[in-house]
């Protein structure tokens, strides 16, 4: 329990230290961020020393309750996947400028009209 709680502070650290001092790592061409990289070696590091059960991981990820991180997992990509259609077919540049046309330069009339859009 303590190397797990140790090798968890350590991730964390140095994933803080990643994202204020080493933002992106470039290799050429290409180019990736690295706030997730310390969390993750962290994890198999926990995983390979055999501190957790890897059965017990993969069950709790699949377990049929309430909340289940494979559920929300799917529905979190799906939903940004919409997101990020709809932001590249102009949808939002669409309702904003039918909000600015409804709202006549008046600002609080624009707030309102945003607020609702927004709330459904």
Do not use: H
Not at 32 to 40: C, E, I, N
Not at 48 to 77: E, K, W
Request: hydrophobic share 65%; with cysteine; net charge positive.
């Amino acid at each position: 329990m303590v190397a797990v709680l140790c090798i968890t502070i350590i991730s964390i650290i140095s994933m803080i230290i990643c994202v204020m001092f080493f933002p992106i790592l470039k290799i050429g061409k290409f180019q990736m961020q690295t706030f997730w990289f310390a969390p993750f070696l962290g994890a198999i590091l926990i995983l390979i020393c055999g501190l957790i059960d890897p059965q017990f991981v993969f069950s709790s990820l699949i377990a049929s309750s309430s909340v289940n991180p494979i559920q929300i997992l799917i529905i979190f990509i799906s939903m940004v996947f919409i997101s990020v259609v709809l932001d590249e077919v102009g949808f939002f540049k669409y309702l904003a400028s039918i909000a600015v046309k409804k709202a006549n330069n008046n600002q609080m009339l624009l707030f309102v009209i945003l607020f609702l859009l927004f709330l459904y």
